[in-house]
């Protein structure tokens, strides 16, 4: 099993990012595969989720309406779609997955993958 972030870069606040997770080594369409942040001295925290049996997605407060997360199948890859971005997005920014449908964006305990992590700094 693997999951490989990519398209953390430094960015000004206001502007846009595009992260993606690719996904190898099992069933894609069977996972709901999420997005997490762990910013400088805080805890790793949940940001979007997308269930790929059904396209269902959830958001955390602080994210909804700037940010939108996508699911490719014939990719296998998540992309999360990062707009109107400020200065306390800034994190390592993590893909993770767990089988099954969830209802609500699961707690980092939940997960049963995760990828190593891709670096997304908001000059303010």
């Known amino acids: 099993v693997q999951l490989v972030e990519s398209g953390g870069d430094l960015v000004q606040a206001g502007g846009s990012l595009r992260l993606s997770c690719a996904a190898s080594?099992?069933?894609?369409?069977?996972?709901?595969v999420g997005w997490y942040r762990q910013a400088p001295g805080k805890e790793r925290e949940g940001v979007s989720c997308?269930?790929?049996?059904?396209?269902?997605?959830y958001y955390a407060d602080s994210v909804k309406g700037r940010f939108t997360i996508s699911s490719d199948s014939a990719k296998n890859t998540v992309y999360l779609h990062m707009n109107s971005l400020k200065a306390e997005d800034t994190a390592i920014y993590y893909c993770?997955?767990?089988?099954?449908?969830?209802?609500?964006?699961?707690?980092?305990?939940?997960?049963?993958?995760w990828g190593k992590g891709t670096l997304v700094i908001v000059s303010s």
């Open positions: 993770a997955a767990v089988l099954g449908l969830q209802l609500g964006l699961p707690g980092t305990y939940d997960m049963d993958f």
């Open positions: 080594g099992f069933t894609f369409d069977d996972y709901t």
């Open positions: 997308i269930s790929n049996s059904d396209g269902s997605t």
